[in-house]
Every structure is written in C-alpha cells, then in structure tokens.
Antibody, heavy 119, light 108 residues
Framework: QVQLQESGPGLVKPSETLSLTCAVS?????????WGWIRQPPGKGLEWIGS???????YYNPSLKSRVTISVDTSKNQFSLKLSSVTAADTAVYYC????????????WGQGTLVTVSS | EIVLTQSPATLSLSPGERATLSCRASQSVSSYLAWYQQKPGQAPRLLIY???NRATGIPARFSGSGSGTDFTLTISSLEPEDFAVYYC??????????FGPGTKVDIK
C-alpha cells in the first residue's frame, strides 16, 4: 500500500518560494508511476499543479509553469514542489498524490498540508 | 485546456434515493475521465476511472458512464456516508489535467 506524507512550512511570505516535500512509503519511486501535486484553496475546488515521472520527466499546469519546479529524489524516496513568487492566491491545502490505476489519475493521496501566504 | 463543467452544483437528496451527477467536457476526452469523492477535511478518494471502472474497494452502488463529452456518476441508493462533494477529472492528452468545479450532495 502506497503512503504519502507532505511536509513543509505552513506559512510563507508574499514573493517568497513555497517548498514542500512528499515522502513516499510502501513503494519505491524509482520503480515507476507518475507523482503529482494538487492544491485546493480554502472552500474551493481542486487544481492540478504538475506531475513528475520516476525518470524525472516533468509535466506542469501551463497556468503555473513559469513558477513551478517539481523534482524527485529516489535516494530518499521523495519528491518535492517549489512554487516561486507566491501571493495570497497561492494559499491552499497542497496534496501530493500518485496513480497506480493509470497515469494521470490519483488513487493514493497524502493527507494534505495547508500553506498560508501572508506577511 | 479542456474545461469540465458539473451539474447540478448542489443535489439535495435523502438516504436511499438515487443520485445522478453530470460532468460535461468542452471537447472530447474519449473515456479518460475519473470521479472523486471528497469529505470535509479529507483528501479526495478515487471512485471511478476511465469513465466506468470502479477503483479498488469502491462499493457497487457507485457507477460511471459516458464517453466523449458527457459523463454521469450514479449512486444507486445513497448511504449516509455518501453525502460529500464529487469532482470529475480528465486526463485526455495531458498536460494539463483538469478538474470540474464539483457537485455537493447534501441531505434533504
């Protein structure tokens, strides 16, 4: 059973870079799957941020592409998200997730972590 | 970018009733559509993928249908634990992956 756990600062100042890590257990990232980040502003819907394949190929939401970097560290069995130049609009619960059933779907999710952008 | 719209925004029903949720895509997504359930304070849970395949452990009262641009999630008889928000999501020719705005199923 794949388990994912997000970690990182819960508060980020405007214009700074948001950094989160997703630790994976129960499965080796280097074995396969796409690993993704999805966010949800308070009281709103879901937005896909981007995904990374175990080989390191990345796929980003065009609306965020200029500010997003997703990377994978197979030695630590984790992957990371960096979102630069954040504003209050980036305040959201950030989820990491992966899909075993098919690439592009998400059947394993972390619990989510709230990141607030505020000075 | 493929835009997904969901209707209705809110569905008020009683336990035991049948729920029918709709998702429409701005262009064909073939059968590359999933449905998720989300309860307050929880991560979404995958219910249906590729339009009609139930994910592991999902009860048979949940079923999905459709292809192209029009899709339906049906809950045959609502259980108390089914009252939640439901999202559709497409993965056709991604990126980007996109989600619909959600349908809230609440207790009448």
């Amino acid at each position: 059973q794949v388990q994912l756990q997000e970690s990182g600062p819960g508060l980020v100042k405007p214009s700074e870079t948001l950094s989160l890590t997703c630790a994976v257990s129960g499965y080796s990232i280097s074995s396969g799957y796409y690993w993704g980040w999805i966010r949800q502003p308070p009281g709103k819907g879901l937005e896909w941020i981007g995904s990374i394949y175990h080989s390191g190929s990345t796929y980003y939401n065009p609306s965020l592409k200029s500010r997003v970097t997703i990377s994978v560290d197979t030695s630590k069995n984790q992957f990371s998200l960096k979102l630069s130049s954040v504003t209050a609009a980036d305040t959201a619960v950030y989820y990491c997730a992966t899909g075993e059933v098919e690439p592009g779907y998400f059947d394993y999710w972390g619990q989510g972590t709230l990141v607030t952008v505020s000075s | 970018e493929i835009v997904l719209t969901q209707s209705p925004a809110t569905l008020s029903l009683s336990p035991g009733e049948r729920a029918t949720l709709s998702c429409r895509a701005s262009q064909s997504v073939s059968s590359y559509l999933a449905w998720y359930q989300q309860k307050p304070g929880q991560a979404p849970r995958l219910l249906i993928y590729d339009a009609s395949n139930r994910a592991t452990g999902i009860p048979a009262r949940f079923s999905g249908s459709g292809s192209g641009t029009d899709f339906t999630l049906t809950i045959s008889s609502l259980e108390p634990e089914d009252f939640a928000v439901y999202y559709c999501q497409q993965r056709s020719n991604w990126p980007p992956i996109t989600f619909g705005p959600g349908t809230k199923v609440d207790i009448k």
